[in-house]
């Protein structure tokens, strides 16, 4: 029961992306140039290490909050929806997402101090990585389209009503995890210019994904609370 809620979701989230694939992509336009040009300007290796995740996360809380506002709205207007990222929904969910980043970078520390102390655990650090990242971050998801749908919702109550959903949680960020690396490895793949344009679209388009079924994941959870 609890694993087929997760196939519901993301049945019901590739249904709404082929049903509304145009409104999606104007939406993700302004996005991806802003993306485009921002990471074609940057040259030095200082402007590559601090600026680029900062415009990273800053796209992706844009793209983030105007998704999962489209996956329950079809009656906004595009630009509306293009800009409801923009202020302090926006900020809020940027807010978010280092704080994410900052959980993982966590673990990723403790995993390597771990391997370090523990033989039989090296070579293993990415794996260990990646299943407690999304253990533990998955738990924290609902925080994402609550901000983005303007509901009120915090870290500790999204931690406590995803209790008894949690191999559904783990399931939903672990797929949607696994979503999101598609474009590393493209980029990996194909490393040439206009691969990388390419894989960017991409990218944003498997986060668009990825952002609808945790929205209609939050929706089908907070409707029992």
Not at 104 to 115: A, C, E, H, M, Q
Not at 176 to 204: D, K, N, Q, R, W
Request: glycine share 6%; proline share 4%; aromatic share 12%.
């Amino acid at each position: 029961m609890k694993v087929a809620l997760a196939i519901q979701v993301f049945r019901s989230s590739g249904e709404k992306i082929y049903q509304d694939f145009l409104p999606c992509c104007l939406i993700l336009a302004f996005p991806y140039l802003v993306l485009v040009v921002g990471l074609s300007i940057m040259q030095s290796a200082v402007e590559l290490a601090y600026i680029e995740p900062i415009l990273r996360c800053t796209v992706l809380s844009i793209v983030g909050v105007a998704t999962m506002r489209l996956s329950v709205s079809d009656r906004q207007p595009l630009m509306t929806l293009v800009f409801s990222g923009v202020g302090v929904r926006g900020l809020r969910f940027f807010i978010f997402v280092v704080v994410v980043c900052l959980v993982v970078l966590i673990f990723k520390g403790l995993i390597d101090l771990s391997t370090e102390l523990l033989v039989f655990f090296r070579g293993s650090e990415l794996l260990l990585t990646l299943l407690f990242s999304i253990f533990v971050v998955s738990r924290f998801l609902l925080i994402f389209p609550a901000v983005a749908l303007d509901r009120e919702l915090t870290l500790i109550r999204s931690f406590r009503i995803t209790r008894p959903h949690y191999l559904s949680i783990f399931v939903v960020g672990m797929t949607v995890g696994l979503i999101c690396l598609i474009p590393i490895g493209l980029s990996h793949a194909f490393p040439s210019l206009v691969a990388s344009v390419v894989t960017e679209a991409i990218g944003l388009i498997c986060f668009s994904y990825g952002c609808i079924a945790v929205s209609y994941l939050y929706l089908a959870i907070s409707r029992k609370f």
